[in-house]
């Protein structure tokens, strides 16, 4: 299956990144469309983060972009969840996430997991898109985060497509691979 990804200019792609992903997973009380608000500045932050060179993703990748997203945003700096897993139970619609006492265990199979997967596109066996979203399924059933899962889960895909060296993409085209991809194939990889 191919994918096709429309180019944008570097500065203006992320600019359309941040907004779409901000408007999927908005934070109450921040606009997160415009420069300036706290929550945009914040995600434009992470996403530097996630594709800059110089380190490679390893188990604590999610904590650290979390704490950019979050980062000067009471509802987190105030209890203690930024860059934290959470600590009490939640759900996603009508299914139960993994209990707090089982995150750790559950992030570092999703890192193994995940480093198993890349070592297969370098092998040739699978291909970067295929194994960025099977990682970002998993982190997304996981759910480690009080809030900004999703937001969190992006930032991972593009960090993981960047160390393979493919190009970044924005959220309309990962979830529609996803919906593609959600119909029996992470049953098909190792």
Known sequence: MSIEITSFNYSSWKH???IESNYIDPQPGYNGTKPGC???DNHL???NFALSDGWELN???PKDIHRFLTRGIPFFED???SGAFRRVDCTIGFDKCPYPYQLESLMNFWFEKTKYLMDLVFEKKISAKECAFASHHIFEVIHPFID????TGRLLINKILHELGESSICRNYH???ARRTNEGHFKTIP
């Open 45 to 47: 932050a992470a996403l």
């Open 59 to 61: 188990e604590n990748t």
């Open 175 to 177: 979830f529609r691979y």
């Open 38 to 40: 706290k929550m945009y």
């Open 148 to 151: 900004g899962n999703g937001r």
């Open 79 to 81: 209890h203690g969840n």
């Open 16 to 18: 359309i990144y941040v």
